[in-house]
């Protein structure tokens, strides 16, 4: 208004993603029948270029087929982790994805093949960033596939169940025969110095610990499952801190583990975890201690990339996490209404001195409490909230076994 010219900037992250794979254009049909559960399967192998620098990537789909007048039919939609595999004495288009389907929910949809795949998406596992996609594929069907057809068997007998959401659990279909006592698996938040759960008060856990690291989502989950690999463990529930509730859920979400095995109780619970986000995980993370210099970015904790990572989390695997919050006493003097003051110039109000509470939510999960007055680790102006002994109590007898 003064006639000063100036000119306005915003300073903001974006990832950058190389695209290492893209969808070829052709996908491969073949029925067969499992192993175990003896129920009809629809593989689907889908060809992709690819130039070998990143083996998993998320995909999904929607399956269509045909009616009874030769329409297009909605039969399902397909998401998941999957690895790039190589066909054996192959010289041309040797790398493909694999997909697969429970035939019951073309059953449901009373719909037979020939089959197309719609919106064919794959993203890479850094900010999930969309690398290549395809609005419609054919898929070239074997004799069995093609010759597949409804049974009569009506609709309203169809039961949708894990098993054909989720495919075939080992967990779950023996988790009667495992005999193994349940335990609590406790997971670190991103760039941890130490162990901050109270070992004490946790009656059976199994502690993961990788320190001052950095590693998203996927690399977290595949670690863990090294370790608990090696440890032989085949039921536990799990307690994470900061990122090990994101983690947890990840892990619940796109693999089969102990975690399927548990019965009556929470199966993930978490303190502090920014499952919708965090400013301090994308550039700001160079502030300091607030998530350790040497740590770097995390794309899975940035608002975008923690937003897009639970847009593909189902409703149902959300539901079993319970999970709390923690901020600094709301009616404390103005001066003293922050956990870290070099954090606070950048989170908005009520928050942890990572995490904002709002950040915190997870949208179909249960927030337990938000608890005044502690904060998320130590060294910031109010106590550490894993510190907290009536909690941790409360958390080891509300864990599933």
């Known amino acids: 208004s003064d006639g000063v010219k100036f000119i306005r900037s915003l300073w903001y992250v974006f990832t950058v993603a190389h695209r290492s794979i893209e969808l070829a254009g052709d996908v491969r049909g073949s029925l067969r029948t499992h192993e175990i559960s003896n129920r009809d399967i629809i593989d689907f192998d889908i060809d992709v270029k690819w130039d070998g620098s990143q083996l998993s990537y998320r995909a999904f789909a929607q399956v269509w087929g045909r009616g009874e007048k030769d329409e297009e039919v909605p039969v399902a939609w397909m998401s998941g982790l999957v690895d790039v595999q190589t066909r054996k004495y192959c010289l041309f288009n040797c790398h493909y994805i694999h997909m697969q389907l429970d035939s019951r929910w073309l059953e449901l949809a009373n719909a037979k093949p020939p089959l197309t795949l719609k919106s064919v998406t794959l993203e890479e596992l850094k900010a999930f960033i969309t690398l290549s996609k395809s609005d419609r594929v054919e898929v070239t069907a074997d004799d069995g596939l093609m010759q597949w057809s409804p049974t009569s068997v009506s609709e309203e007998c169809i039961e949708i169940d894990w098993e054909m959401k989720e495919g075939y659990n080992p967990y779950r279909m023996k988790k009667e025969n495992i005999t193994e006592t349940g335990k609590i698996l406790l997971l670190h938040g991103y760039c941890a110095k130490h162990n901050g759960f109270l070992l004490d008060y946790f009656d059976d856990y199994l502690l993961y610990e990788d320190y001052e690291t950095n590693y998203l989502h996927d690399e977290y989950a595949k670690n863990v499952l090294d370790v608990l690999e090696k440890n032989g463990s085949t039921r536990y529930s799990a307690v994470g801190h900061s990122?090990?509730?994101?983690?947890?859920?990840?892990?619940?979400?796109?693999?089969?583990?102990?975690?399927?095995?548990?019965?009556?109780?929470?199966?993930?619970?978490?303190?502090?975890?920014?499952?919708?986000?965090?400013?301090?995980?994308?550039?700001?993370?160079?502030?300091?201690?607030?998530?350790?210099?040497?740590?770097?970015?995390?794309?899975?904790?940035?608002?975008?990339?923690?937003?897009?990572?639970?847009?593909?989390?189902?409703?149902?695997?959300?539901?079993?996490?319970?999970?709390?919050?923690?901020?600094?006493?709301?009616?404390?003097?103005?001066?003293?209404?922050?956990?870290?003051?070099?954090?606070?110039?950048?989170?908005?109000?009520?928050?942890?001195?990572?995490?904002?509470?709002?950040?915190?939510?997870?949208?179909?999960?249960?927030?337990?409490?938000?608890?005044?007055?502690?904060?998320?680790?130590?060294?910031?102006?109010?106590?550490?909230?894993?510190?907290?002994?009536?909690?941790?109590?409360?958390i080891n007898e509300k864990a599933a076994r």
């Open 243 to 394: 990122q090990g509730g994101p983690v947890a859920l990840h892990l619940f979400t796109y693999y089969q583990t102990g975690m399927d095995a548990v019965e009556n109780g929470r199966v993930i619970q978490s303190i502090g975890s920014p499952y919708l986000g965090c400013p301090l995980a994308g550039i700001l993370a160079l502030i300091g201690d607030a998530f350790g210099i040497l740590c770097g970015k995390n794309g899975d904790l940035t608002y975008d990339g923690a937003q897009r990572w639970e847009s593909l989390i189902p409703m149902e695997k959300e539901a079993e996490v319970y999970f709390y919050t923690t901020q600094y006493p709301k009616e404390a003097p103005l001066l003293q209404r922050y956990c870290l003051l070099v954090s606070q110039l950048v989170l908005s109000a009520n928050n942890d001195g990572i995490t904002e509470q709002t950040k915190g939510l997870l949208p179909y999960g249960h927030l337990v409490d938000n608890y005044e007055g502690e904060c998320h680790i130590d060294g910031m102006r109010y106590p550490r909230q894993l510190g907290n002994v009536d909690r941790t109590k409360e």
